[in-house]
């Protein structure tokens, strides 16, 4: 079965501390992984995307195919880091669709 | 282009009353997708459109649900008969149709079934 698990549906994190908020899949074959994000107010985005391998807003995922993880992580927390944070797969076919975890909350705290 | 828009932004309704939804996807793009999300969870796939054509519809769409998107442009979302199960955020969003292409999201139709 395809699923997203995201583990912490709250995670607090003191500012200018590292974040790490923890994402497992699991899919039969090669899926695409995603970051989305919800600031407060604001419509769901896209942070970041395995397939990109870019650092937006300091933040990284690592694909680890062995533990099937895709866990994402920024060095030091910033006060506007707060939001939602929802990891999400597709398969790599075109019309796969989108499937999201549930979430997790990452708070930073003053 | 102010990116996907929703109408309306809230809807509340009676049990058993029959609502409809507005998408208007990013111009260019040809893909528009519905979801639904209930609190505490992620956004759950419902369907989508490449185009006109309606290509994949969850089993979580029951026969109250219908979906179209009559000139490959905007999108209405219609519930029949509503239920109290049926009050969650409906969210749209729209993608160019390329290869595991950037879906764009609107900002959802909060629907609250008293």
């Known amino acids: 079965a395809q699923r997203v698990t995201q583990p912490e549906k709250l995670l607090s994190v003191f500012k200018g501390a590292p974040v790490e908020l923890k994402c497992n899949y699991s899919?039969?074959?090669?899926?695409?992984l995603f970051w989305y994000v919800q600031y407060s107010r604001q419509r769901l985005q896209l942070l970041l995307r395995h397939i990109s391998r870019e650092s937006i807003k300091g933040f990284t995922a690592d694909l680890n195919k062995g533990e099937t993880s895709f866990h994402l992580k920024k060095p030091f927390a910033q006060e506007e880091d707060s939001a939602m944070y929802y990891c999400a797969l597709s398969g790599m076919n075109r019309d796969d669709k989108i499937i999201f975890g549930k979430g997790t909350r990452l708070h930073i705290l003053p | 282009d102010t990116g996907v828009s929703q109408d309306p932004r809230h809807k509340i309704t009676k049990r058993g009353q029959n609502v409809t939804f507005r998408c208007d996807p990013i111009s260019e793009h040809n893909r528009l997708y519905w979801y639904r999300q209930t609190l505490g969870q992620g956004p759950e796939f419902l369907t989508y459109f490449q185009n006109e054509a309606q290509l994949e519809k969850s089993r979580l769409l029951s026969d109250r649900f219908s979906a179209e998107r009559p000139k490959g442009s905007f999108s209405t979302l219609e519930i029949q008969r509503t239920e109290q199960g049926d009050s969650a955020m409906y969210l749209c969003a729209s993608s160019l149709d390329t290869f595991v292409a950037e879906q764009y999201f609107g900002p959802g139709t909060r629907l609250t079934v008293t």
């Open positions: 899919y039969s074959g090669s899926p695409e």
